[in-house]
DNA sequence: TGGGATAACATGGGATTTCATGGGAAACAA
DNA sequence: TTGTTTCCCATGAAATCCCATGTTATCCCA
């Protein structure tokens, strides 16, 4: 589970460590490295590992094949996500589209969400972030736990 | 279950030990560890194990993507997240972060509150203890307890 | 039921490893 | 060539591991 904020430095050549325990949570799969695309919805980057690009692939796959909704996904998604590997210290090369959709120059912002991560500019994030919780505090009485199972369920 | 209240020191790293029954409810878990994150409701952390995490994924997975709601309580709790992972004593090093959230320095105070936990200071948490069981005493009208199931049900 | 032995627990400090980051050299492309 | 990308190694700071110690709780047997 991809969780917590890290802000890591970007030097020179564009190259960005990315938080060991995300690196941590991609190894083991057959691509040592993550896949990352600029969101649709706003100025950041979105990404995640192989088992997110296959759940993905596996919902776009159940719609039709010219539902609207499927056509954009699959342009949003796989249309501009690039597979990133890591060098030998964990480090990706940010493409320079990818730096300038998102802002990022000398400083980007990995943020965990479960399942997935995006990255920020650090100044924006942080002002999104200041949003979201004052939100959620106004909004916590809808958050509904699942019941929790049994012991050994 | 977490339960009862307790207080243990921070040492000059910033590491805490962590109540022993409350260590004992998370062992046999996949993760030698506990998940904390700083309350956006107060100056406190909250925490709880790995089955609490993935309840709250599960929650949150059910949502609409895109939903305010969601969105929110992805970077609130995940985003904030972090699993600490017990030492060989059972110690967790508190990020800096946290410690200043919750205004720790050398001594905190785990409330156990069954499927979750909450990390307090001392001074701050006895006031605040105060205040909740006069609510408790004047709200006790509106307690409810939900139908209970038949035995073994 | 008392009291000594034993184990569990919280805490402290030093040593070691990991991590993020920087820069140079070699391979590659235009 | 000139600029770009990939690989390799160096370094300081931070996190982690390992061992030691006093204190408290628990056990066991007389």
Redesign the pocket.
């Given at each position: 589970m991809f969780l917590s904020t890290?802000?890591?430095?970007?030097?020179?050549?564009?190259?960005?460590?990315?938080?060991?325990?995300f690196?941590?949570i991609v190894r083991n799969g057959p691509f040592d490295g993550i896949y990352v695309w600029p969101s649709f919805d706003g100025d950041y980057l979105e990404g995640g590992g192989q088992s997110l690009m296959d759940r993905y692939l596996q919902m776009i796959e159940s719609m039709d094949p010219y539902d609207d909704a499927r056509v954009a996904l699959e342009r949003a998604i796989f249309g501009s996500a690039r597979p990133l590997?890591f060098?030998?210290?964990?480090?990706i090369?940010l493409?320079?589209p990818f730096a300038e959709h998102a802002g990022l120059s000398d400083?980007a912002t990995f943020v965990g969400l479960g399942a997935r991560f995006e990255i920020w500019n650090p100044d924006v994030y942080a002002a999104h972030e200041v949003e979201a919780r004052k939100f959620a505090r106004e909004n916590k009485r809808a958050m509904k736990l699942p019941p929790s199972r049994p012991v050994g369920a």
């Open positions: 890290t802000t890591n430095g970007i030097d020179a050549k564009g190259r960005l460590s990315v938080p060991a325990d690196r941590a590997s060098d030998a210290n964990g480090r090369t493409p320079k400083k």
